[in-house]
Structures are given as structure tokens and as C-alpha cells.
């Protein structure tokens, strides 16, 4: 068992994000994959998608102004408790979270007007934040 490491860091991703979600049989939009983070999973129930905020066309269910915490990593399959770290941190500062993994490392999306919060409970854990 690889236990994860006590601090981590961590890198805030510039611009404001949006978790949209659109029917299950529908196409994957152009607009959702505009700039260097994306996301969309698709499930029988959903497609659901995460872009920038500004390519959002109106008229689409969406969730605006969320930003986006990279942990830096990458992190082997077999380390244990890697999100916890950070989840743990957060939900004892009420800070609510949309979380997406990569092969490499993990992404913890929280709310613009609750970043201050969340890095503050962040730092009091012990994690870093690169100067990006």
C-alpha cells in the first residue's frame, strides 16, 4: 500500500468554468471543447460537460462559476487517500465540490465565491499552492 503524501500541491487554472448537462443521446458540442480543460462524460442518463464559462451558448442547463484546482501530480494508481486529503480540508470548511480525475491526477472544482475558503482550509492542511 503507497500512502499519499501529507502535502500536495496545488495549481488554480485561470478563468471562470461551467458544469452543463445536456441530454444523453446528445452530440458533444464544438463550444464544450473550446480551451486546454474540458471535460465530458457521457452516461444512459446524461451527457454532462465541463468548459470554459464563456463559450456556454444561453439557453443551456448549466451551473456557472465554478474554478479549477489541479493537483499536481501525477499520482500512481496506488496511492491511497490522494483526494481525501483534499476533500477532508474542504468539507470541514463547508466548501462544496465538483471533483474529475485524469489518468495523471484529479481536479477539485469549487465555487469562485468560495475560493478564498477553500484555500485557506487548504493551506491550513499543510498543501501548497504553485504561483501560476
Known sequence: MNLSPRALL?????????VCRLAADAEIPAW???GEFFSTIRT????????????????IR???GWRVLRLEGPFDF???GILMAVLAPLAGA?????????????YV??????????RSALEAAGHRFKDT
Request: overall charge negative; hydrophobic content about 40%.
Open 10 to 18: 496545488l495549481s488554480l487554472l485561470s478563468g471562470r468554468y461551467s
Open 32 to 34: 464544450a471543447q473550446d
Open 44 to 59: 444512459s442518463t446524461e451527457l454532462s460537460l465541463v468548459c470554459r464559462e464563456a463559450v456556454v451558448p444561453a439557453g
Open 62 to 64: 448549466c451551473e456557472p
Open 78 to 80: 496506488d496511492q491511497i
Open 94 to 106: 463547508g466548501v462544496s465540490v465538483f471533483v474529475l480525475s485524469t489518468f495523471d491526477t484529479d
Open 109 to 118: 472544482l469549487v465555487k469562485e465565491h468560495l475560493l478564498g475558503r477553500a
